[in-house]
T-cell receptor, first 116, second 116 residues
Protein backbone atom coordinates (compact mmCIF):
# COMPACT_ATOMS: atom_id res chain seq x y z
CA UNK A 1 0.00 0.00 0.00
CA UNK A 2 1.47 3.34 -1.04
CA UNK A 3 -0.22 5.25 1.77
CA UNK A 4 -1.61 8.74 1.37
CA UNK A 5 0.10 10.51 -1.52
CA UNK A 6 0.52 14.27 -1.63
CA UNK A 7 1.96 16.49 -4.31
CA UNK A 8 3.95 18.56 -4.63
CA UNK A 9 6.17 17.89 -1.62
CA UNK A 10 7.52 21.42 -1.73
CA UNK A 11 6.06 24.54 -3.28
CA UNK A 12 7.58 27.99 -3.37
CA UNK A 13 5.47 30.72 -4.88
CA UNK A 14 5.07 34.45 -4.85
CA UNK A 15 2.35 36.35 -3.08
CA UNK A 16 -0.77 36.62 -5.19
CA UNK A 17 -0.23 33.41 -7.11
CA UNK A 18 -2.65 30.51 -7.09
CA UNK A 19 -1.50 27.36 -5.33
CA UNK A 20 -3.05 23.91 -5.73
CA UNK A 21 -2.18 21.06 -3.42
CA UNK A 22 -3.15 17.52 -4.31
CA UNK A 23 -3.96 14.41 -2.34
CA UNK A 24 -4.65 10.79 -3.17
CA UNK A 25 -6.11 8.95 -0.16
CA UNK A 26 -5.56 5.30 0.63
CA UNK A 27 -7.69 3.10 -1.58
CA UNK A 28 -10.88 2.09 0.19
CA UNK A 29 -10.84 4.98 2.63
CA UNK A 30 -13.99 7.07 2.54
CA UNK A 31 -13.06 10.11 4.63
CA UNK A 32 -10.38 12.65 3.81
CA UNK A 33 -8.97 15.48 5.89
CA UNK A 34 -6.87 18.55 5.12
CA UNK A 35 -4.70 19.96 7.93
CA UNK A 36 -2.32 22.87 8.21
CA UNK A 37 0.66 22.84 10.56
CA UNK A 38 2.60 25.91 11.64
CA UNK A 39 4.84 26.75 14.54
CA UNK A 40 2.38 29.42 15.64
CA UNK A 41 -0.83 27.39 15.62
CA UNK A 42 0.21 23.74 15.61
CA UNK A 43 -1.88 21.22 13.67
CA UNK A 44 -5.22 22.62 12.54
CA UNK A 45 -8.03 20.83 10.73
CA UNK A 46 -9.11 22.85 7.71
CA UNK A 47 -11.83 20.68 6.18
CA UNK A 48 -12.93 17.10 5.93
CA UNK A 49 -14.92 15.06 3.45
CA UNK A 50 -16.98 11.94 3.94
CA UNK A 51 -17.84 9.97 0.80
CA UNK A 52 -16.56 12.92 -1.27
CA UNK A 53 -18.95 15.37 0.43
CA UNK A 54 -17.57 18.24 2.54
CA UNK A 55 -18.79 17.70 6.10
CA UNK A 56 -17.01 20.34 8.15
CA UNK A 57 -15.18 23.31 6.63
CA UNK A 58 -15.21 25.45 9.76
CA UNK A 59 -11.43 25.43 9.87
CA UNK A 60 -10.97 26.96 6.43
CA UNK A 61 -9.39 30.33 7.19
CA UNK A 62 -11.12 32.45 4.58
CA UNK A 63 -12.55 32.57 1.11
CA UNK A 64 -9.13 32.39 -0.44
CA UNK A 65 -9.10 28.72 0.52
CA UNK A 66 -11.19 26.12 -1.26
CA UNK A 67 -11.17 22.33 -1.34
CA UNK A 68 -12.73 19.81 -3.66
CA UNK A 69 -13.06 16.07 -3.83
CA UNK A 70 -14.33 15.16 -7.28
CA UNK A 71 -13.98 11.42 -6.67
CA UNK A 72 -12.96 8.95 -4.00
CA UNK A 73 -9.32 8.91 -5.05
CA UNK A 74 -8.47 12.59 -5.41
CA UNK A 75 -8.76 15.87 -3.55
CA UNK A 76 -7.36 19.35 -4.03
CA UNK A 77 -6.81 22.29 -1.71
CA UNK A 78 -6.52 25.58 -3.52
CA UNK A 79 -5.34 28.93 -2.23
CA UNK A 80 -6.01 31.96 -4.39
CA UNK A 81 -4.50 34.44 -4.03
CA UNK A 82 -1.77 33.13 -1.79
CA UNK A 83 -0.26 35.28 0.97
CA UNK A 84 2.97 34.92 3.00
CA UNK A 85 0.96 33.97 6.10
CA UNK A 86 -0.25 30.87 4.26
CA UNK A 87 3.26 29.45 4.49
CA UNK A 88 2.94 26.15 6.36
CA UNK A 89 3.03 22.41 5.93
CA UNK A 90 -0.27 21.09 4.62
CA UNK A 91 -1.19 17.51 5.42
CA UNK A 92 -3.80 15.29 3.93
CA UNK A 93 -5.10 12.31 5.91
CA UNK A 94 -7.59 9.55 5.15
CA UNK A 95 -9.56 6.99 7.09
CA UNK A 96 -12.16 4.31 6.58
CA UNK A 97 -15.10 5.44 8.64
CA UNK A 98 -18.28 3.58 9.28
CA UNK A 99 -20.82 3.04 11.99
CA UNK A 100 -19.03 1.93 15.12
CA UNK A 101 -15.60 2.15 13.50
CA UNK A 102 -12.59 3.10 15.59
CA UNK A 103 -9.88 3.76 13.06
CA UNK A 104 -6.90 6.04 13.06
CA UNK A 105 -6.28 8.65 10.41
CA UNK A 106 -3.38 7.95 8.08
CA UNK A 107 -1.36 11.01 7.18
CA UNK A 108 0.48 11.83 4.00
CA UNK A 109 4.02 13.24 3.97
CA UNK A 110 2.77 16.80 3.64
CA UNK A 111 3.37 19.69 1.27
CA UNK A 112 5.66 22.41 2.53
CA UNK A 113 4.35 25.70 1.12
CA UNK A 114 6.40 28.87 1.14
CA UNK A 115 4.80 32.07 -0.09
CA UNK A 116 7.29 34.85 -0.68
CA UNK B 1 13.28 39.21 13.96
CA UNK B 2 12.52 35.75 15.26
CA UNK B 3 9.02 34.39 14.88
CA UNK B 4 7.21 33.47 18.02
CA UNK B 5 5.90 29.97 17.87
CA UNK B 6 4.32 27.38 20.06
CA UNK B 7 6.49 26.52 23.01
CA UNK B 8 6.52 22.76 22.84
CA UNK B 9 6.95 21.01 26.17
CA UNK B 10 10.15 19.00 26.00
CA UNK B 11 10.94 15.73 27.70
CA UNK B 12 14.59 14.79 27.73
CA UNK B 13 15.47 11.21 28.67
CA UNK B 14 18.47 8.95 28.60
CA UNK B 15 18.55 6.07 26.18
CA UNK B 16 17.19 2.97 27.88
CA UNK B 17 15.05 4.86 30.38
CA UNK B 18 11.26 4.82 30.34
CA UNK B 19 9.41 7.89 29.04
CA UNK B 20 6.02 9.18 30.08
CA UNK B 21 4.30 11.80 27.96
CA UNK B 22 1.14 13.40 29.30
CA UNK B 23 -1.85 15.00 27.66
CA UNK B 24 -4.97 16.69 28.95
CA UNK B 25 -7.99 16.50 26.69
CA UNK B 26 -10.95 18.80 26.59
CA UNK B 27 -14.16 16.96 25.79
CA UNK B 28 -15.58 14.57 28.36
CA UNK B 29 -17.76 13.09 25.60
CA UNK B 30 -14.78 12.08 23.44
CA UNK B 31 -14.92 8.36 22.80
CA UNK B 32 -11.62 7.56 21.13
CA UNK B 33 -8.05 8.69 21.65
CA UNK B 34 -4.92 8.30 19.57
CA UNK B 35 -1.24 8.95 20.05
CA UNK B 36 0.75 10.05 17.02
CA UNK B 37 4.49 10.38 16.54
CA UNK B 38 5.87 13.01 14.17
CA UNK B 39 9.48 12.93 13.10
CA UNK B 40 11.12 15.94 11.52
CA UNK B 41 9.96 16.44 7.94
CA UNK B 42 7.32 13.73 8.08
CA UNK B 43 3.61 13.43 8.68
CA UNK B 44 2.15 12.21 11.98
CA UNK B 45 2.35 8.45 12.34
CA UNK B 46 -0.07 6.33 14.39
CA UNK B 47 1.39 4.75 17.52
CA UNK B 48 -1.47 3.44 19.62
CA UNK B 49 -5.12 4.11 20.31
CA UNK B 50 -7.61 3.55 23.11
CA UNK B 51 -11.38 3.68 23.35
CA UNK B 52 -13.12 5.49 26.16
CA UNK B 53 -14.44 2.24 27.65
CA UNK B 54 -10.87 1.19 28.46
CA UNK B 55 -8.33 2.63 30.86
CA UNK B 56 -5.19 0.93 29.60
CA UNK B 57 -3.90 -0.52 26.39
CA UNK B 58 -0.50 -1.97 25.60
CA UNK B 59 1.44 -2.22 22.40
CA UNK B 60 5.00 -3.03 21.58
CA UNK B 61 7.07 -0.97 24.06
CA UNK B 62 4.21 1.50 24.42
CA UNK B 63 1.32 1.74 26.85
CA UNK B 64 -1.51 4.27 26.84
CA UNK B 65 -3.39 5.09 30.02
CA UNK B 66 -6.71 6.91 30.08
CA UNK B 67 -8.13 8.61 33.15
CA UNK B 68 -11.58 9.90 32.24
CA UNK B 69 -12.19 11.36 35.68
CA UNK B 70 -9.57 14.02 35.16
CA UNK B 71 -9.55 13.90 31.34
CA UNK B 72 -5.95 12.81 31.18
CA UNK B 73 -4.10 10.60 28.74
CA UNK B 74 -0.53 9.36 28.98
CA UNK B 75 1.86 7.51 26.72
CA UNK B 76 4.54 5.36 28.27
CA UNK B 77 7.49 4.26 26.17
CA UNK B 78 9.65 1.52 27.64
CA UNK B 79 13.40 1.39 27.08
CA UNK B 80 13.45 4.60 25.07
CA UNK B 81 15.69 4.56 22.01
CA UNK B 82 17.24 7.37 19.94
CA UNK B 83 14.76 6.53 17.18
CA UNK B 84 11.95 7.51 19.51
CA UNK B 85 13.04 11.15 19.35
CA UNK B 86 10.13 13.03 17.82
CA UNK B 87 7.12 15.19 18.64
CA UNK B 88 4.26 13.21 20.15
CA UNK B 89 0.66 14.34 19.78
CA UNK B 90 -2.43 13.11 21.53
CA UNK B 91 -5.71 13.38 19.65
CA UNK B 92 -9.30 12.96 20.77
CA UNK B 93 -12.29 12.10 18.65
CA UNK B 94 -15.17 14.23 19.68
CA UNK B 95 -18.82 13.50 19.53
CA UNK B 96 -21.38 15.67 17.91
CA UNK B 97 -25.08 15.65 17.34
CA UNK B 98 -26.01 12.12 16.48
CA UNK B 99 -22.91 10.49 17.91
CA UNK B 100 -19.21 10.22 17.20
CA UNK B 101 -17.61 12.21 14.43
CA UNK B 102 -14.48 11.54 12.42
CA UNK B 103 -12.98 14.81 13.52
CA UNK B 104 -9.83 14.63 15.63
CA UNK B 105 -8.72 17.40 17.95
CA UNK B 106 -4.96 17.43 18.36
CA UNK B 107 -2.96 18.60 21.35
CA UNK B 108 -0.01 20.92 20.92
CA UNK B 109 2.53 18.12 21.15
CA UNK B 110 5.50 17.16 23.31
CA UNK B 111 9.04 16.97 22.02
CA UNK B 112 10.83 13.83 23.22
CA UNK B 113 14.61 14.14 23.10
CA UNK B 114 16.51 10.93 23.73
CA UNK B 115 20.09 11.38 24.87
CA UNK B 116 22.46 8.57 23.86
Amino acid sequence: DAGVIQSPRHEVTEMGQEVTLRCKPISGHNSLFWYRQTMMRGLELLIYFNNNVPIDDSGMPEDRFSAKMPNASFSTLKIQPSEPRDSAVYFCASIFSGRGAYNEQFFGPGTRLTVL
Amino acid sequence: GESVGLHLPTLSVQEGDNSIINCAYSNSASDYFIWYKQESGKGPQFIIDIRSNMDKRQGQRVTVLLNKTVKHLSLQIAATQPGDSAVYFCAERGSGRGGATNKLIFGTGTLLAVQP
